[in-house]
């Protein structure tokens, strides 16, 4: 069974940090570009990052460049998020997904790429 497990969500105040970390079971997705999506009440689901298969490249969502850093580390199947000066409008359920593509060096942002899906962790930003 394929699997996506997100950890490290939480409360923090406004200016804080997190760090979310995703672990992949059943299959590696060394092959694959990994990315970050989150969603708000009563909002849509948005792009947030993601990383190449290599983690060569990375993009940001406007809302958090400069702010967030993923990166991946394929020997351990696991993707993270660092998440840095939060703000109360960063709070959301946040999900890794793995893109559907192999090898692919386009870096895709529309959640429809996407195969795999991860349950999500809740992030809470008191401000």
């Known amino acids: 069974q394929v699997q996506l497990v997100e950890s490290g969500g939480g409360l923090v105040q406004a200016g804080g940090s997190l760090r979310l970390s995703c672990v992949a079971s059943g299959r590696t997705f060394r092959s694959n570009a990994m990315g970050w999506f989150r969603q708000a009440p009563g909002k849509e689901r948005e792009f947030v990052a993601v990383?190449?298969?290599?983690?060569?490249?990375?993009d940001y969502a406007d809302t958090v460049k400069g702010r967030f850093t993923i990166s991946r580390d394929n020997a351990k199947n696991t993707v993270y998020l660092q998440m840095n000066s939060l703000k109360p409008e960063d709070a959301a359920v946040y999900y890794c997904?793995?893109?559907?593509?192999?090898?692919?060096?386009?870096?895709?942002?529309?959640?429809?790429?996407?195969?795999?899906w991860g349950q999500g962790t809740q992030v809470t930003v008191s401000s």
């Open positions: 990383i190449s298969w290599k983690g060569t490249y990375k």
């Open positions: 997904a793995a893109d559907r593509a192999t090898y692919n060096h386009q870096l895709r942002t529309s959640a429809d790429e996407y195969e795999y």
